[in-house]
């Protein structure tokens, strides 16, 4: 129901954009947005975006990663400046009005120092 692609592997400083994609059955969509898991730790927020809130990053990402929409089924994660704890699988969730989450598959993203 949610399709992420765009993950991959890159050196320090470099970039990578994500992608996900809503299928027809997830619509009225509320929010949606970007986790990250690094291995050993939980599940964290990287970005969220809405048209009745806006946009959300966490502190770790501001001003390095940007969070854009498309028709409100599709969002994208343009990631600059990488780090290597920015390494992890990224998840895109989506939250219906009503409440209803849904989650995407994870996309791995390695950073090299």
């Known amino acids: 129901q949610l399709q992420a692609s765009g993950g991959g592997s890159v050196q320090a400083g470099g970039s990578l954009k994500l992608a996900c994609v809503a299928s027809a059955s997830v619509r009225s969509i509320d929010v949606m947005g970007w986790y990250r898991q690094a291995p050993g730790k939980q599940r964290e927020l990287v970005a969220t975006i809405s048209r009745r809130i806006g946009t959300n990053y966490a502190d770790s990402v501001k001003g390095r990663f940007t969070i854009s929409s498309d028709n409100d089924d599709a969002i994208y994660l343009q990631m600059n400046s990488l780090k290597s704890e920015d390494t992890g699988v990224y998840y895109c969730?989506?939250?219906?009005?009503?409440?209803?989450?849904?989650w995407g598959q994870g996309t791995q993203v390695t950073v090299s120092s």
């Open positions: 969730n989506a939250v219906k009005f009503g409440g209803t989450s849904y």
